[in-house]
Structure formats: structure tokens, C-alpha cells
T-cell receptor
């Protein structure tokens, strides 16, 4: 069964440092997409970054990058130069061929301290 | 210029009542979704519509009925509300329904439903 695992319920980082949020997935489908979303305390779900299973390069979007290791089935989110506004829940999600839905992990709560 | 909007943002109601949540997207997307986020923040798909046609209906009680009058709107009607229905309900939309970057789902602000 397709599954997303986020093993870090909470992470702490100091402002301006980099932080890695872990995500592993399980699927036998060769075609899938991996997504990261941010949910601040205000509650909305904000799309951050996408990685396709056939993409040769790791995705980057500003301070966000995705460390995609296909053989290990991991898709870790790296946030560089953390800011106070990065404090939020972060969700990893996967979408695979033929299934019109996202499967979410349980999320990681990130707290950025001054 | 809200991309995906939901109304209301908050909904407080008594057990047994019937309520509706409305969702609209102005992105021109073909596919819309309803997700439920429980008290532990876990997100799970409820329904998916593609061009007004129901594609996914997860194991959701019959008390929940989605309706899509056109591809820009997807409403959720809930009958006979129960305490366990208390959650945040998110509407989302995507251009397509595959696995590429164009299938990124964009979420509405959520509706926090509280059943007393």
C-alpha cells in the first residue's frame, strides 16, 4: 500500500540555520509525484515544492529544496536560512498514477527560534 | 484574487443539524477535492470530482454528499451532524489528475466545523 512516513513529530532550528525535514514513501508504482505543503498556525495549506519520480534533478524553489533519493524512497525537504515565519507544520504528500488524490504524512512541526 | 475560496471559515452547530460548505476556484482547474483534517492534523481525501463527475468517494458516511454544479464549484453537504464530524475541511483543486507538476493541488483556507 502506498504510504508516506514523517518520523519527526517536531523539529527545532535557530534562525538563519538550515533544517532538513524527513519524508520516506512506499510505492511500487514507477510514476508518482511528491509534494511538500506548509501549514502555518493560521491554518491554510500552502504548496511549497514538487518532485516527479522521473525528474533527474532535485527540485528547488527559493529557500526550499528537495533532497530526492529514489533508491532510498526518501524526499526530504531542506529549508535554508530559516526565518521566524517558517515556524509551521510541514506535510509531505504523494500522488501516484491512477489515483486522483494526495496521500499525506502525519506532518512535522517546525519551530524556528531567534 | 483568491484562487480557492471556501465559505464559511468557521461553522459551529448542534448535533443533528444539516450544514453545507461551499467551495469555488477561479484557476480554471478541472479537478476538485474535499479533504478532512482531524484533531491530530491528519489529512485524508474524502471526495474528488473531475469536470463535475465524481471520481473518488472514499469510505465516507452517506451523510456527506458532495455536489458540483459546474467545474469551478464543489460544495459539501452534511446531514445529521455528529460530534465526530468536528474537523477542518479543506477544498482543493488541480489542473489535471495525474502525477506531474501540473497536477499540484491548491488548497482553500479551510472550514473549521465544530459540532456541539
Amino acid at each position: 500500500a502506498q504510504k508516506i512516513t514523517q518520523t519527526q513529530p517536531g523539529m527545532f532550528v535557530q534562525e538563519k540555520e538550515a533544517v532538513t525535514l524527513d519524508c520516506t514513501y512506499d510505492t511500487s508504482d514507477p510514476s508518482y509525484g511528491l509534494f511538500w505543503y506548509k501549514q502555518p498556525s493560521s491554518g491554510e495549506m500552502i504548496f511549497l515544492i514538487y518532485q516527479g519520480s522521473y525528474d533527474q534533478q532535485n527540485a528547488t524553489e527559493g529557500r526550499y529544496s528537495l533532497n530526492f533519493q529514489k533508491a532510498r524512497k526518501s524526499a526530504n525537504l531542506v529549508i535554508s536560512a530559516s526565518q521566524l515565519g517558517d515556524s509551521a507544520m510541514y506535510f509531505c504528500a504523494m500522488r501516484y498514477t491512477g489515483f486522483q488524490k494526495l496521500v499525506f504524512g502525519t506532518g512535522t512541526r517546525l519551530l524556528v527560534s531567534p | 484574487d483568491t484562487a480557492v475560496s471556501q465559505t464559511p471559515k468557521y461553522l459551529v452547530t448542534q448535533m443533528g443539524n444539516d450544514k453545507s460548505i461551499k467551495c469555488e476556484q477561479n484557476l480554471g482547474h478541472d479537478t476538485m477535492y474535499w479533504y478532512k483534517q482531524d484533531s491530530k492534523k491528519f489529512l485524508k481525501i474524502m471526495f474528488s470530482y473531475n469536470n463535475k463527475e465524481l471520481i473518488i468517494n472514499e469510505t465516507v458516511p452517506n451523510r456527506f454528499s458532495p455536489k458540483s454544479p459546474d467545474k469551478a464549484h464543489l460544495n459539501l453537504h452534511i446531514n445529521s451532524l455528529e460530534l465526530g464530524d468536528s474537523a477542518v475541511y479543506f477544498c482543493a483543486s488541480s489542473q489535471a489528475s495525474g502525477t506531474t507538476s501540473t497536477d499540484t493541488q491548491y488548497f482553500g483556507p479551510g472550514t473549521r466545523l465544530t459540532v456541539l
